[in-house]
């Protein structure tokens, strides 16, 4: 079954730093658009970042540019996102998810998902 599985979630303080990690299991990441998401207690998910297949394009939400980077390793199978300067309405579970469109990187063009992991910022 193709998994892609998230890490790197945490109890974190406001201010600081955490670094989630996306990798897939039985197939390659190489052709797939990847994007991050997350989810809020009481809140719907909503899309956080989302890199193309090369990484020569990524994209973000208003409230995570300039404090959130994505990128990508293809040689280790592996998708990134370097979470800086968090605060505590960061707090949520985070999925990553593949896509084959850069374009549609929203919620509907996502084929593959994670179960998600758990960031929480508080002090």
């Known amino acids: 079954q193709l998994q892609l599985v998230e890490s790197g979630g945490g109890l974190v303080q406001p201010g600081g730093s955490l670094r989630l990690s996306c990798a897939a299991s039985?197939?390659?990441?190489?052709?797939?658009?990847i994007g991050w998401f997350r989810q809020a207690p009481g809140k719907e998910r909503e899309g956080v970042s989302c890199?193309?297949?090369?990484?020569?394009?990524?994209d973000y939400t208003d409230s995570v540019k300039g404090r959130f980077t994505i990128s990508r390793d293809n040689a280790k199978n592996t998708v990134y996102l370097q979470m800086n300067s968090l605060k505590p309405e960061d707090t949520a579970v985070y999925y990553c998810?593949?896509?084959?469109?850069?374009?549609?990187?929203?919620?509907?063009?996502?084929?593959?998902w994670g179960k998600g992991t758990l960031v929480t910022v508080s002090s």
């Open positions: 039985r197939f390659t990441l190489d052709y797939y658009a």
């Open positions: 890199i193309s297949s090369s990484g020569s394009s990524t």
């Open positions: 998810a593949a896509g084959w469109s850069f374009r549609h990187c929203d919620q509907s063009g996502m084929i593959y």
